[in-house]
């Protein structure tokens, strides 16, 4: 499997079949068809299979997949067969609200450390973990081998964030920092622009009352 050929398209869309499954399992589904997950998700048969193509082979002709089998092999793709530490840097409004989000931890992302630069937000509880001083973030993700990083602080300090967490380890960002982030080739990054998002939308509202 040459990792690097497979498009990004389909692992966001594997993501999404891993999700839809997880959804017909609870409702106790045990077969089910690549027209039935391309309906759940709303996407063609076609990319459905294409995209399971990309790992192999799975599910029998005319019968369809096994729920639960599907979805192991999926989550290995996917490498959600173990636990990712994170670490959030920002406990503003929306760090805050990624703090309390419940989906990291059913999906194997385990929340280890808050950090913040203000003095009013150290101690303060997410559940179980205080935010901590920004000082104690290289020290913290190197004892805990984190391993993915997101920045939810401003754009003026979202470089500095990024150089510390990458200097102690960290090999993969979450930036929702609305700036371009300089690092190393091996340091994988998703930016998460929601201004972006939203003039994205807009642009599609605006081509269909063109029509």
């Not at 989550?75 to 067969?81: S, V, W």
């Not at 929306?94 to 309390?100: C, I």
């Not at 470089?159 to 371009?180: R, Y």
């Amino acid at each position: 499997m040459k990792t690097l050929k497979i498009p990004e398209a389909t692992i966001i869309r594997l993501s999404m079949y891993s999700r839809y499954l997880s959804q017909v399992e609870e409702r106790g589904v045990q077969m089910i068809s690549s027209g039935e997950i391309a309906e759940g998700v709303g996407v063609s048969p076609a990319h459905v299979r294409k995209d399971l193509a990309y790992f192999g082979e799975f599910g029998t002709r005319g019968v369809g997949y096994n729920v639960d089998e599907l979805q192991h092999h999926i989550l290995n793709i996917l490498r959600l067969n173990r636990e990712w530490r994170v670490v959030i840097v920002g406990a503003g409004h929306l760090g805050s609200a990624l703090a309390m989000y419940r989906g990291f931890g059913e999906r194997g992302f385990h929340l280890v450390g808050i950090f913040d630069s203000d003095p009013a937000k150290i101690g303060k509880k997410y559940d179980d973990i205080a935010v901590q001083p920004i000082e104690e973030l290289a020290q913290t993700v190197k004892e805990k081998q984190v391993g993915i990083g997101i920045i939810t602080v401003p754009a003026t300090v979202a470089q500095e964030v990024a150089d510390i967490l990458v200097n102690s380890g960290v090999d993969a960002l979450l930036n929702f920092a609305p700036c371009v982030l300089n690092l190393p080739p091996r340091v994988e990054l998703r930016n998460v622009d929601l201004s972006v998002n939203l003039e994205v939308l807009t642009f599609h509202l605006g081509s269909r009352r063109k029509q």
